[in-house]
């Protein structure tokens, strides 16, 4: 159930779904009316765009356990991404203020 998790990750899941949504309405409504040219360079630009949403969650993620944001740079390292993604998935954030604000509210 979506509203048992905490406040910020059931946002922070909420964020990641909908990008995947929009593209799944989109490719349904539109796959016959546009060329396959048109079709592939609208789609790289969606995945831009969520690409870049899920580097800012990372981020946010990131500041949550009070680490700098630049650390997102390891995901760039093949298979150190996938234990990198693990371990933001996994660890528990700060209590209270840390570096970078105080904790969210619940």
């Known amino acids: 159930d979506l509203?048992?998790?905490?406040?910020?990750?059931?946002?922070?899941?909420?964020?990641s779904i909908?990008?995947?949504?929009?593209i799944f309405v989109f490719l349904i409504e539109?796959?016959?009316?546009?060329?396959?040219?048109?079709l592939t360079l609208l789609f790289g630009i969606i995945i831009v765009f969520i690409n870049i949403s899920y580097l800012m969650l990372s981020i946010r993620r990131l500041h949550d356990l009070n680490k700098s944001g630049w650390l997102i740079l390891i995901a760039i390292v093949p298979l150190i991404d996938i234990a990198f993604f693990i371990y933001l998935l996994a660890c528990q954030g700060?209590?209270?203020?840390?570096?970078?604000?105080?904790e969210p509210e619940q």
């Open 3 to 15: 509203h048992s998790f905490p406040t910020r990750r059931s946002s922070d899941l909420l964020i």
């Open 30 to 38: 539109f796959l016959g009316d546009f060329v396959e040219d048109i």
């Open 94 to 102: 700060t209590h209270g203020v840390n570096d970078f604000g105080p």
């Open 18 to 22: 909908i990008p995947l949504l929009i």
